[in-house]
């Protein structure tokens, strides 16, 4: 573990750091809100409106009827419109255009959000040697992800109505792993409230893990619209073990490509989710029951208790489109209080070089 450096005794390191921090919380609330705008825009059927990725002309919308029929006219070569959306209307098709437009849109500030500040806290001497190469991986991790949307995208515009459920988990995935990211490097510049609990930041990591996991999932649930079928709980239809589970052959198929085996095992991976965490926080509370371990980890235990009773509201309810949001929303506290909670446990020791 790294040593503190020696500092005069009026040098306060946190608060050297705040700028930098309160920067990384912003950029984290971006993040969580481009993941929304992302969930939003693949519930209202909208993702392919947009056949093009120009990363700079992109940015400036159509704004004359001419330019809005030329959008169009490429959105009607696409699958998508001549199998389920043919005969759109105009206003219909910029009602789509929108929202795949606004999250492009919000993406590319994300990036200018990280690169500019970057810069700047860089050449004034504010970012020490242990944030400094994490924070270029961040930046070129954020741009990554705008090839993995694109990659997406050209799934769904020839030979199918959607993009591949596959790329879209991907996607969702690592928006997500930038946000965790993102709270992680927050949280270890952050001064942390009471003793280190040492030997329990591994069991903290598991749980990170899997809720990484039921996030990778939900993204194929999302792809395959498997939140549309089976909408009763805590059976499936009235059965808990369904019919056609493996139906695809070969069986390691029916995890990625078959819409009941994915619900089922998105359930599945919420109920031992709930377990561990209910676990691991009867663990911290009979180790040490007043500490701010234990209570982050109660908290927790809550937390994903509340995000599995949203997200069996969620399948009653037929997936509406507030509801689902809300689901997804929901899922990202989990992971950035899980996050904080790991870097809680045995908090890094930073120095301002």
């Known amino acids: 573990m790294?040593?503190?450096?020696?500092?005069?005794?009026?040098?306060?390191?946190?608060?050297?750091?705040?700028?930098?921090?309160?920067?990384?919380?912003?950029?984290?609330?971006?993040?969580?809100?481009?993941?929304?705008?992302?969930?939003?825009?693949?519930?209202?059927?909208?993702?392919?409106?947009?056949?093009?990725?120009?990363?700079?002309?992109?940015?400036?919308?159509?704004f004359s009827q001419a330019s809005w029929l030329l959008e169009f006219e490429k959105y009607k070569s696409t699958t998508e419109y001549q199998t389920v959306?043919?005969?759109?209307?105009?206003?219909?098709?910029?009602?789509?255009?929108?929202?795949?437009?606004?999250?492009?849109?919000?993406?590319?500030?994300?990036?200018?959000?990280?690169?500019?500040?970057?810069?700047?806290?860089?050449?004034?001497?504010?970012?020490?040697?242990?944030?400094?190469?994490?924070?270029?991986?961040?930046l070129f991790l954020g741009g990554f992800q705008g090839f993995i949307g694109w990659w997406m995208v050209k799934s769904g515009l020839a030979d199918r109505v959607d993009v591949s459920q596959i790329r879209l988990a991907?996607?969702?995935?690592?928006?997500?792993?930038?946000?965790?990211?993102?709270?992680?490097?927050?949280?270890?510049?952050?001064?942390?409230?009471?003793?280190?609990?040492?030997?329990?930041k591994g069991q903290a990591l598991s749980l990170i893990a899997l809720v990484f996991l039921q996030i990778f999932i939900g993204g194929l649930v999302a792809g395959l619209d498997a939140g549309m079928a089976y909408n009763t709980w805590p059976d499936m239809n009235g059965a808990f073990l369904p019919a056609g589970l493996w139906a695809i052959t070969p069986a390691w198929q029916n995890l990625l490509d078959n819409a009941v085996t994915v619900q089922f095992f998105h359930r599945l991976t919420a109920y031992v989710l709930w377990a561990m965490c209910i676990l691991h926080a009867?663990?911290?509370?009979?180790?040490?029951?007043?500490?701010?371990?234990?209570?982050?980890?109660?908290?927790?235990?809550?937390?994903?208790?509340?995000?599995?009773?949203?997200?069996?509201?969620?399948l009653i309810m037929q997936v509406p489109l507030g509801v689902a949001l809300g689901h997804q929303f929901f899922a990202l506290i989990v992971l950035a209080f899980s996050v904080a909670h790991w870097c809680g446990l045995e908090p890094k020791q930073v120095s301002f070089f």
């Open 85 to 138: 959306n043919l005969g759109m209307s105009l206003s219909q098709y910029q009602f789509i255009f929108w929202w795949e437009w606004g999250h492009r849109f919000l993406g590319r500030m994300i990036g200018l959000a990280v690169f500019i500040p970057l810069v700047w806290f860089w050449l004034t001497g504010r970012l020490n040697s242990w944030l400094k190469p994490r924070l270029l991986i961040l």
């Open 282 to 314: 009867v663990i911290l509370w009979r180790g040490g029951p007043a500490t701010p371990h234990m209570r982050r980890a109660v908290l927790l235990a809550i937390l994903v208790t509340l995000q599995a009773a949203l997200g069996i509201v969620t």
């Open 170 to 200: 991907v996607h969702l995935t690592m928006a997500c792993f930038l946000f965790a990211m993102t709270i992680w490097l927050a949280r270890s510049i952050s001064d942390h409230s009471g003793d280190p609990l040492y030997g329990k």
């Open 2 to 62: 790294k040593t503190i450096v020696e500092h005069p005794a009026s040098f306060d390191l946190f608060a050297s750091l705040r700028p930098v921090r309160w920067w990384l919380w912003f950029v984290a609330f971006l993040i969580a809100l481009m993941v929304l705008v992302g969930g939003a825009t693949r519930l209202t059927d909208s993702g392919l409106s947009i056949t093009q990725w120009d990363p700079i002309s992109g940015i400036i919308p159509p």
